[in-house]
DNA sequence: CTTTTGAGTTGAACGTGTTCAAAATCGTGT
DNA sequence: ACACGATTTTGAACACGTTCAACTCAAAAG
């Protein structure tokens, strides 16, 4: 109820932030305790609590911080990239490796894909976050010249976010070495939209490509236009 | 380790099954307790852990006997219709409607994506069960007539079962009255996936599409011919 | 200075899924 | 009928995430 803005209970929410981290990162996530991240804290098991939801709101919380950390650098790709292919590929590219470090912790988000857990990706308590990261992929779309139908144009930014999700629900389970598995669906599946994009652009087989184009633009507007998802 | 085929312990067995989907569908599966599930069967918690490794197990078991329930329809499905646009309907529609009454139970083996749960649908152990599920795709796949490139026919089965995961993994969320939204993402995405199955097919276009299909073959070759996945 | 307030903190207690050593029961050979 | 090993069954115990009534104590109010 005070009006300082940086209240000095702050230190205490960052302690046990900092702490949880650490174990997570001695432990992995599902093996690290609320009781272990609270005595590395210095702290009560209830003062965690206090100050985080749950066991997963702390790994809501590295996101939060990892997505602040990462926005200046993700803003520079797209200044500096010019097509929308480099564009997808820095962004994506720099998250990836921004996460590589904490691969496991990543995998305690993406598990949740019920859309009413608090902690899914898609569902209503993370929408500021989202909304925010789908900001990069608008400018990325809006930033490129694009030959696409007006029904599927303005969809695209959500499409390539989702895209993005599986790639990383892909790369968090990867067990290949350097997760180089990902790095190669990554490259193969970016042409192949970018392809695909070139392709719906294209005037002369618009025909043919109809009886693709219409129920996909029916589809899009009938699933983003109602409620939230 | 005894040789007879149908021990009577297997009465117990189905007793504790039977509990579980009783209690499951009136409570839901995560209010549920495997304590009432014992106290429902009339035995001890450690017999429901003895005959199944644990809690989800109970719906995997579930999911088992679905499926050879299911069998003999899926069987008559693809028998009885020509075009694989009817077969697709036809399998796929089948399944969501015999799981209709457990939509929640379903969402309980949905939410483990990760392949090294061993109740995920990607897991190795579940490997039997997606293996004969597989069956039916390739069944539906190989008695149509398909123009495709070589490159790609060989893993359309596994991409069109991946799809209907897909669409099960919608459906399971879809909060929508009858799940309705369901019903159109499947009436559109599959008139989209045979419209572009037909387009791959058209010689014409060839090479236009080469820039489409030459990195979707790559990608599908280097991905399932590795591991199990 | 005294009292009141409420954010911050504590740790025992709860309910959960799961484990496991022991007990009960069963099947079979003698 | 008995014994004995294997199978089945028991329920207390464990570790965990989470809750919450009680406690502290600095600062605002009187």
Same mark, same amino acid.
């Given at each position: 109820?005070? !009006?300082?803005?940086? $209240? &000095?209970? #702050?230190?205490? !929410?960052? !302690?046990?932030? %900092? ?31 206090? /100050?985080?939801?749950?066991?997963? %709101?702390?790994?809501?919380?590295? /996101?939060?911080?990892?997505?602040? #950390? ?6 520079? @790709?797209? &200044? !500096?990239?010019?097509? +929308? ?9 720099? &998250?990836?490796? =921004? ?13 949740? @894909? ?10 209503? %308590? ?27 144009? $303005? ?5 390539? *976010?989702? /895209?993005?999700?599986? +790639?990383?629900?892909? *790369? ?10 990902? #790095?190669?669906?990554? #490259?193969?599946?970016? &042409? ?9 652009? +294209? %005037? ?19 699933? =983003? ?5």
């Amino acid at each position: 109820m005070a !009006r300082r803005a940086i $209240p &000095k209970s #702050e230190e205490t !929410r960052r !302690r046990i932030l %900092a702490a949880a981290l650490k174990v997570f990162g001695e432990r992995g996530f599902e093996a690290a305790t609320m009781r272990e991240i609270a005595a590395e804290a210095g702290v009560a098991v209830g003062a965690a609590y206090y /100050y985080f939801d749950a066991k997963d %709101a702390l790994v809501m919380a590295f /996101y939060e911080q990892a997505q602040e #950390e990462m926005a200046p650098a993700l803003d520079a @790709i797209l &200044k !500096r990239s010019k097509t +929308l292919e480099q564009r997808l590929h820095g962004i994506i590219g720099q &998250k990836l490796e =921004y996460f590589a470090p904490n691969r496991t912790l990543v995998s305690a988000l993406t598990g949740h @894909i019920d859309p009413a857990h608090p902690l899914s990706p898609f569902s209503r %308590a993370t929408a500021p976050i989202r909304d925010r990261d789908l900001g990069f992929f608008e400018r990325a779309v809006a930033e490129s010249q694009l030959r696409l139908p007006a029904t599927i144009l $303005p969809f695209l930014p959500r499409l390539l *976010w989702l /895209y993005q999700m599986g +790639l990383v629900l892909f *790369w968090v389970y990867d067990r290949s070495p350097k997760q180089e598995r990902t #790095e190669m669906l990554f #490259e193969k599946t970016l &042409k192949m939209m970018l392809a695909a994009i070139k392709l719906a652009g +294209l %005037a002369p087989i618009k025909p043919l490509l109809k009886p693709l184009l219409k129920p996909a633009g029916e589809l899009l507007r009938a699933i =983003y236009d109602e409620a939230a998802c």
